[in-house]
């Protein structure tokens, strides 16, 4: 999945902590802007079953961190890959 509208201080395992409580979070990441080094605002979140996600999304879709909503998306098949 990837998450929009995040707490610019957040990090992974605020986003691991988020997604946690609707199954195993297999994955999680902030994006980064590669200049500054600061959230974008962005992350990535890999869970271990589907149907969990599809919990974990429905149920955060809107909520509001902080000063913007979350938007959450289900990532394109093959169009990320995490490095071991």
């Known amino acids: 999945m990837t998450i929009s ?3 610019r ?5 605020d986003l691991q902590r988020l997604f946690n409580p609707y199954g195993w979070v297999d994955y999680a990441k902030i994006i980064l802007d590669p200049l500054s080094g600061q959230s974008k605002g962005r992350g990535i979140v890999e869970m271990k079953r589907d149907d969990q ?4 999304m429905a149920a955060l879709q809107g909520k ?3 000063t913007n909503p979350l938007n959450i ?3 394109k098949e093959g169009g990320f890959k995490p490095q071991s």
């Not at 201080?9 to 395992?13: A, I, P, S, T, W």
């Not at 996600?53 to 974990?56: E, G, R, T, V």
């Open 73 to 75: 998306k289900e990532a």
């Open 9 to 13: 201080d957040f990090d992974k395992f």
């Open 5 to 7: 509208g995040l707490p």
């Open 64 to 66: 509001v961190l902080g």
């Open 53 to 56: 996600a599809k919990q974990a």
